[in-house]
């Protein structure tokens, strides 16, 4: 049966696997008219946005159909970002986080997203917020209200539901089981514990160190446009945040969500059902329409550093991913934060309008 599985998800995930690209390069064939529109619109807006670095990638039907990088993943070292470039990818770790909480705690363990969280989290103050109201940010008062240190509050629940530190278990359960070979379970890990040599092995930390030797640097960019490294401390990851990934392998996360190789069918379908009447949110993603087509989306901010969005739109078989080691991704004055609508980014705008009339 495992060799089964692992032939199935071999299979599946075969659409994103490729030799890596130049810089330039596209996938896997020249790109059509409105590719070649797409990637100039993109180009002037990141240069608008004051954006280094951004790595860019679009799916069709679980295949890469076109990725790009434009600009400086590293501009003291002049290295341009391809798909295979990680960044810090902020609050878009959601998408992940609550995958798993859904598998360990939902699919394996026969719980609901509408259990209270002390259910696994006993020390959880609130004792009847829910999963889906924290994974949703539903605040304390009811309404919406983006928040990641209550999405946070959900790790130590899927901790419970697994049996393994958050770390160990992302690792195991989404990077290795989808084969995400360049992304890394936390920074704090290019400086290694003896804990974690125990939890990840001498190999896997060898392979994390070197992605993030060669990861894209992040850059704070005043109003002139001028952008000055910006060096973060160490941190850990947790079902809110802190996980490195590459456009590459966000594609194959994709893919897995797309064969439910991670979930079931309906829990996924669940996740991408709005929490309440009204509510911009499922569990771990964004949920919206855009000219009467369902919007699946998520994004990340890392402050004067990083940002990231990730946008389906599943009746049409389409995914955008960008990342960027700057925070431009994100509009002024937190508006998606604040909003809870794609929109509002001019990025995901000009996607939409090229790509669902």
Known sequence: MRRTAAAMIAVSLLAVSAPRPSAQGLFPTQPSLTFSLFERYLDSLRVQAGIPGLSALILQDGVIVWERGFGRADIERALEPTSF??????????????????????DEN???????LSLWYPLFPERTTTAAQLLGHVAPVGGYKYDLTRVAAVTPAVEACSGLPYQQLIAEDVF???????????????APTPEDVRQFGTNN?????ATLSRAAKGYKVDTRGRATRTDLPPAHSNVATGLISTARDLARFDAGLRYNILLRPETQLNAWTSVGP???????????????????WQFGTVPDAFSSLMLKVPTRGLTLILLANSDGLSPPLLALEKSGDVTASVFARTFLRMYVP
Do not use: E, H
């Open 176 to 190: 290795s089981r989808l084969g995400l070979a360049d992304s890394v379970p936390g920074s704090a890990l290019g």
């Open 85 to 106: 470039t990680a960044y810090q990818i902020g609050g878009l770790s959601q998408a992940m986080g609550a995958t798993l909480f859904l598998k360990k705690c939902v």
């Open 110 to 116: 026969s719980g609901s997203p509408n259990d209270p």
């Open 205 to 209: 930390l060898a392979r994390y160190a």
């Open 278 to 296: 009204g509510l911009p949110t499922g569990l771990g993603w964004f949920v919206q329409s855009y000219n009467g087509v369902p919007v699946i």
